[in-house]
């Protein structure tokens, strides 16, 4: 059912009517042709069968003398003549009262049985019998001769005749309801051809119009409904040619904010940024050149004083560079555009005054100025500029101002990331300072403590010797105790001596320091620690600053662990890349919280924060790992090159 549906319903309009017509014409033809041929051939036999009474009668009447005085050739002419007139008589027959046949029509012969096929009461006027035979239906009729006492008159009548009138009958229905189908399919198609043409206007332009055509229109043909359609359609496609301006002015706004929102937070110096920002919102607007100008930093204007600042043109598209000199050199003085700084609003300037510098470019109709602002404070303008005098808009000088803002947010923004990164090159000076002027110290200290407190230990051990040499043998014992104190002092020296400035790391590099370290960490902390050094090939060094961060941030870490740790097992991994070395300290003790650890104000903290400037100041990166029972882990890699 659904494919019978979708087969009829798809033809087009003019088929549907057309056959809609042309079908209604043919079926209201059809059924009155049988209508009438049903019914002409009822009332053609009808009479066939009264003209057939009429003809049995008149030939009982005529036959009733000649059977009385037996005169059968008289009667054979009588049935021969009966034939002659009648052309739709088949046969004809007479019987005598007991049945037997005197006459008959038949050429080859009585048929056998005929006879009795009808049969006639003698009360009754006739009697009517339809036998089928060869030649098709025969419309048998008796007729009582005498009241039946004479005999039975029976002629056949064929149905020929009736035939013959209703096929000519229906012949010439069949050619009216051709001619009438004509007319009507005729009619049809001026009626389609009527409503189908504005119809298939409208689809033209519908096709049009999906295809992003909005400018096709269909002529109303008439004041009907399909003229009302057409009007209906020609304004919406007005409506919808609006909406798509609205819609492309916005997409092309949103573009635009879209472009110098990108360039604005693309990684890169200011000038760029700027420069990348306007050239976006020229293509974005389709315009021919642009300008950027940033008031000076240290005379930024503030309040009614924003045309006493100096201009530094940062960006200059699409005109000569002399323009914008002379724009420099005027500070932008006795120009409409300095109501933008003041007023703190988008200006446009059309037509350009007889001062305007723009001018000379001879191209330029009309300007806009736009304040770039931030916080309500004005750092800058943004100027744009079109060939046309009525090329910007209230909707477009809105999207200047919202770019103006964003510019502005821009320059603030990269003002605070150069104040940021200056402090924070002053802050790395100074920290390198201090660290360079610590090692420094601390290597003064060791040379100190080995130099003149190792000698001063060292003769005092050499005095106590000398002094118990000369004493008896009872005061001798106990001089031995002071010279192991002594000894012991000495060696206490030379291991914070070593510990403050380690001869190897400057005579034989990390590894030979670490290994003397790790060594002497074992032996005074009773710990479990082990060293792992790859990539250390050659006795190739380190880079001095890296030895030296590398040394100082495992001993800080190893200090820790031995203070704070509890731990019963160390393990430290140096790893040399290609590009940079990668140290690991981890132990098993009892851990802490990493992310609350840096909270705390206590000589924990104030390490691991050292051991991070260390990393950073030679740009690299430092990160600790620990949980409370799980142990933790100190990771730091410095690049190399």
Same mark, same amino acid.
């Given at each position: 059912?659904?494919?019978?549906?979708?087969?009829?319903?798809?033809?087009?309009?003019?088929?549907?009517?057309?056959?809609?017509?042309?079908?209604?014409?043919?079926?209201?033809?059809?059924?009155?042709?049988?209508?009438?041929?049903?019914?002409?051939?009822?009332?053609?036999?009808?009479?066939?069968?009264?003209?057939?009474?009429?003809?049995?009668?008149?030939?009982?009447?005529?036959?009733?003398?000649?059977?009385?005085?037996?005169?059968?050739?008289?009667?054979?002419?009588?049935?021969?003549?009966?034939?002659?007139?009648?052309?739709?008589?088949?046969?004809?027959?007479?019987?005598?009262?007991?049945?037997?046949?005197?006459?008959?029509?038949?050429?080859?012969?009585?048929?056998?049985?005929?006879?009795?096929?009808?049969?006639?009461?003698?009360?009754?006027?006739?009697?009517?019998?339809?036998?089928?035979?060869?030649?098709?239906?025969?419309?048998?009729?008796?007729?009582?001769?005498?009241?039946?006492?004479?005999?039975?008159?029976?002629?056949?009548?064929?149905?020929?005749?009736?035939?013959?009138?209703?096929?000519?009958?229906?012949?010439?229905?069949?050619?009216?309801?051709?001619?009438?189908?004509?007319?009507?399919?005729?009619?049809?198609?001026?009626?389609?051809?009527?409503?189908?043409?504005?119809?298939?206007?409208?689809?033209?332009?519908?096709?049009?119009?999906?295809?992003?055509?909005?400018?096709?229109?269909?002529?109303?043909?008439?004041?009907?409904?399909?003229?009302?359609?057409?009007?209906?359609?020609?304004?919406?496609?007005?409506?919808?040619?609006?909406?798509?301006?609205?819609?492309?002015?916005?997409?092309?706004?949103?573009?635009?904010?879209?472009?110098?929102?990108?360039?604005?937070?693309?990684?890169?110096?200011?000038?760029?940024?700027?420069?990348?920002?306007?050239?976006?919102?020229?293509?974005?607007?389709?315009?021919?050149?642009?300008?950027?100008?940033?008031?000076?930093?240290?005379?930024?204007?503030?309040?009614?004083?924003?045309?006493?600042?100096?201009?530094?043109?940062?960006?200059?598209?699409?005109?000569?560079?002399?323009?914008?000199?002379?724009?420099?050199?005027?500070?932008?003085?006795?120009?409409?555009?300095?109501?933008?700084?003041?007023?703190?609003?988008?200006?446009?300037?059309?037509?350009?005054?007889?001062?305007?510098?723009?001018?000379?470019?001879?191209?330029?109709?009309?300007?806009?100025?736009?304040?770039?602002?931030?916080?309500?404070?004005?750092?800058?303008?943004?100027?744009?500029?079109?060939?046309?005098?009525?090329?910007?808009?209230?909707?477009?000088?809105?999207?200047?101002?919202?770019?103006?803002?964003?510019?502005?947010?821009?320059?603030?923004?990269?003002?605070?990331?150069?104040?940021?990164?200056?402090?924070? =090159?002053? $802050?790395?000076?100074? &920290?390198?300072?201090?660290?360079?002027?610590?090692? #420094?110290?601390? *290597? %003064?200290? /060791? !040379? @100190?403590?080995?130099?003149?407190?190792?000698?001063?230990?060292?003769?005092?051990?050499?005095?106590?010797?000398?002094?118990?040499?000369?004493?008896?043998?009872?005061? =001798?014992? $106990?001089?031995?105790? &002071?010279?192991?104190?002594?000894?012991?002092?000495? #060696?206490?020296? *030379? %291991?914070? /001596? !070593? @510990?403050?400035?380690?001869?190897?790391?400057?005579?034989?590099?990390?590894?030979?320091?670490?290994?003397?370290?790790?060594?002497?960490?074992?032996?005074?902390?009773?710990?479990?620690?082990?060293?792992?050094?790859?990539?250390?090939?050659?006795?190739?060094?380190?880079?001095?600053?890296?030895?030296?961060?590398?040394?100082?941030?495992?001993?800080?870490?190893?200090?820790?662990?031995?203070?704070?740790?509890?731990?019963?097992?160390?393990?430290?991994?140096?790893?040399?890349?290609?590009?940079?070395?990668?140290?690991?300290?981890?132990?098993?003790?009892?851990?802490?919280?990493?992310?609350?650890?840096?909270?705390?104000?206590?000589?924990?903290?104030?390490?691991?924060?050292?051991?991070?400037?260390?990393?950073?100041?030679?740009?690299?990166?430092?990160?600790?790992?620990?949980?409370?029972?799980?142990?933790?882990?100190?990771?730091?890699?410095?690049?190399?090159?």
């Amino acid at each position: 059912m659904p494919k019978l549906r979708a087969w009829l319903l798809r033809p087009g309009v003019r088929v549907k009517i057309m056959g809609i017509v042309l079908g209604l014409v043919l079926l209201l033809g059809l059924g009155i042709t049988w209508q009438v041929r049903a019914s002409m051939t009822a009332t053609l036999t009808t009479q066939l069968d009264q003209r057939g009474v009429s003809i049995a009668r008149d030939l009982a009447a005529r036959s009733t003398d000649l059977i009385l005085i037996n005169n059968t050739y008289a009667l054979y002419g009588l049935l021969q003549d009966t034939l002659l007139n009648n052309a739709d008589l088949r046969y004809a027959f007479v019987l005598d009262s007991n049945g037997r046949v005197l006459v008959h029509s038949f050429d080859h012969g009585f048929p056998r049985g005929l006879a009795e096929e009808n049969t006639v009461g003698s009360t009754d006027r006739a009697h009517t019998v339809v036998l089928m035979s060869d030649e098709g239906p025969i419309h048998d009729i008796a007729v009582p001769i005498f009241d039946g006492r004479a005999g039975i008159a029976r002629v056949g009548l064929t149905e020929h005749s009736v035939h013959a009138a209703v096929d000519g009958l229906t012949r010439q229905l069949l050619l009216i309801t051709l001619a009438v189908s004509l007319l009507g399919v005729g009619a049809a198609y001026l009626l389609t051809l009527i409503l189908t043409r504005p119809i298939l206007t409208l689809v033209d332009a519908t096709q049009a119009v999906a295809h992003g055509d909005l400018s096709r229109k269909t002529p109303p043909w008439s004041d009907d409904e399909i003229g009302k359609l057409s009007t209906a359609f020609n304004r919406m496609t007005d409506e919808l040619a609006q909406a798509q301006g609205a819609m492309l002015r916005r997409h092309r706004e949103l573009a635009a904010l879209n472009a110098v929102a990108n360039a604005v937070n693309a990684p890169a110096p200011l000038t760029e940024t700027l420069e990348r920002s306007l050239r976006a919102l020229l293509d974005s607007l389709n315009l021919p050149a642009g300008w950027i100008f940033l008031l000076d930093r240290e005379r930024a204007p503030v309040a009614d004083s924003a045309t006493s600042a100096r201009v530094q043109l940062t960006c200059w598209i699409g005109l000569s560079p002399e323009i914008g000199a002379r724009e420099v050199e005027t500070g932008l003085q006795g120009c409409p555009c300095t109501s933008a700084l003041r007023d703190k609003r988008a200006v446009v300037v059309t037509p350009l005054p007889e001062r305007c510098p723009l001018r000379d470019a001879h191209t330029i109709a009309s300007h806009v100025t736009v304040p770039i602002l931030s916080h309500a404070r004005v750092l800058g303008v943004l100027g744009v500029a079109s060939e046309d005098a009525q090329a910007f808009s209230m909707d477009e000088v809105k999207l200047l101002e919202a770019a103006g803002q964003q510019l502005g947010v821009a320059v603030e923004n990269a003002r605070l990331w150069d104040d940021l990164r200056e402090k924070e =090159r002053v $802050r790395g000076q100074l &920290l390198e300072k201090v660290i360079v002027a610590q090692e #420094e110290e601390r *290597k %003064r200290i /060791a !040379r @100190e403590l080995h130099d003149d407190t190792g000698q001063a230990i060292t003769s005092l051990m050499v005095g106590l010797r000398a002094t118990s040499d000369a004493c008896d043998p009872d005061v =001798r014992t $106990r001089f031995e105790p &002071l010279r192991e104190i002594a000894a012991q002092t000495l #060696e206490s020296v *030379k %291991r914070l /001596a !070593r @510990e403050l400035r380690p001869p190897l790391l400057d005579d034989l590099g990390l590894p030979a320091a670490l290994e003397r370290y790790i060594s002497n960490y074992r032996v005074n902390f009773g710990l479990n620690a082990d060293l792992q050094m790859t990539g250390f090939r050659d006795g190739a060094r380190l880079p001095a600053e890296a030895e030296l961060a590398l040394y100082r941030i495992i001993q800080e870490s190893l200090t820790n662990v031995a203070k704070h740790a509890r731990a019963k097992n160390v393990s430290v991994v140096v790893e040399r890349k290609p590009q940079a070395v990668v140290a690991i300290v981890e132990d098993d003790g009892c851990g802490f919280d990493a992310r609350t650890v840096f909270e705390l104000q206590d000589e924990m903290k104030l390490g691991l924060h050292g051991m991070r400037e260390r990393a950073e100041l030679l740009g690299g990166r430092l990160r600790i790992e620990s949980t409370p029972n799980a142990g933790s882990s100190v990771f730091v890699e410095i690049p190399i090159q």
